[in-house]
């Protein structure tokens, strides 16, 4: 009889147990559901704005905020001291060439890798490259290399309108206008809370797994940009003060340098210069900041002609990125380079009014 009962009770804790499961495995589909169904609403909300989002929460972007202006001031304020210090201390050949190796690498990052390959597309390069590029860009410490190449995607996507992230003509053409415009264009626009929507911008490195980790390994990549010179620096000189001024010369200034370098592109270029080729911007050539920028203060043609691998296209144009390809190409590390042709640049040039105007 207690056989028979037990027997007769068994089925029950089963069923039980199956219809729990089978509620359990709902909820969690329907949550699931819930999940992918709020992404993609997300995602299609997201892709309608050039603007996407807050990064976290408006405290954290705050505290971005903060570390953004100290790693702005304190390389500045390097600059500054940079002539008596220089006066002072002197200025040793092995300082010297540890800050120009390092402004060449990150700055040939960024205007070669950051700039011409990653934002426009202007060649291909094999996998090992494309990774190398996007460490070298990183070693800038102009943010990381996703972020970086949206801001520029959406620069040129509104050039000098509403919505590019960087115009100096945000607040109008008066003197006073263009003064805060200028101000804007060169540093202000960093301290703004709400980013360039990424997945409208560059979903092609997003879904690109080895650049995804470089983007997401840029603190420490910054890291190794600040201290790899004076590491280099003691191994040199076998002192501590061979380490101290490798700091100071090839961290602190030659970061700030290169920053304030590739900012000028978007305040100076864009409110003077002269305008040879025909644009929908305000874009301009200014030719003393031509070396010292790698050839991206030819930036009319650039803003003419965006995916050209070469932007000093006139007769004394010094270009040392459009060289660097051009190596690159000669050594099969760069293929379908996008060079300029001499018809596309005639069929763009300014012939019925001053290229100043």
């Known amino acids: 009889m207690t056989t028979d009962a037990s027997t007769a009770r068994t089925p029950a804790p089963a069923n039980a147990t199956l219809d729990a499961a089978r509620a359990k495995a709902g909820t969690a589909a329907a949550a699931a559901s819930a999940r992918a169904g709020s992404a993609a609403r997300a995602a299609r909300t997201a892709a309608s704005k050039p603007l996407a989002y807050v ?15 100290l790693f ?29 190796v390092m402004y060449a690498i990150s700055g040939h990052g960024i205007t070669v890798g950051f700039h011409r390959y990653f934002t426009h597309g202007s060649f291909k390069a094999p996998r090992p490259v494309r990774v190398a590029l996007a460490v070298a860009g990183s070693l800038a410490i102009e943010g990381p290399v996703i972020r970086w190449v949206s801001d520029h995607r959406r620069h040129h996507a509104f050039s000098d309108k509403e919505g590019d992230p960087h115009s100096p003509w945000r607040y109008g053409t008066d003197a006073k206008s263009l003064t805060k415009g200028l101000w804007h264009a060169h540093i202000g626009w960093l301290f703004d809370i709400e980013q360039t929507n990424q997945e409208r911008f560059a979903p092609d490195l997003l879904a690109d797994r080895d650049i995804m980790r470089v983007s997401n390994s840029f603190r420490s990549l910054t890291a ?26 090839g961290s602190l200034v030659r970061v700030s340098l290169l920053h304030h370098t590739t900012w000028s592109i978007n305040s100076i270029c864009h409110a003077m210069g002269e305008r040879p080729f025909k644009s929908r911007d305000r874009a301009g050539n200014v030719w ?8 991206e203060s030819w930036h009319n043609l650039h803003h003419a002609e965006p995916t050209a691998a070469r932007h000093g296209v006139m007769r004394g144009q010094l270009d040392s990125t459009a060289r660097i390809i051009w190596v690159m190409e000669k050594l099969h590390l760069a293929t379908e380079v996008r060079w300029p042709t001499r018809e596309r640049l005639d069929a763009k040039l300014v012939t019925a009014k001053p290229a100043t105007e």
């Open 288 to 295: 003393w900041l031509a070396v010292i920028s790698m050839g």
């Open 224 to 249: 190794v940009s600040l201290l790899l010179p004076p590491l280099v620096g003691f191994l040199w000189s076998g002192t501590w003060e061979g380490a101290l001024t490798a700091f100071f010369w």
């Open 55 to 69: 990064p976290g929460t408006v405290t954290q972007a705050r505290i971005e905020q903060v570390l953004l202006a």
């Open 72 to 100: 702005i001031a304190i390389p500045f304020f390097a600059v500054v001291a940079a002539v008596p210090v220089a006066w002072g201390w002197g200025l040793g050949w092995h300082d010297v060439v540890i800050a120009f």
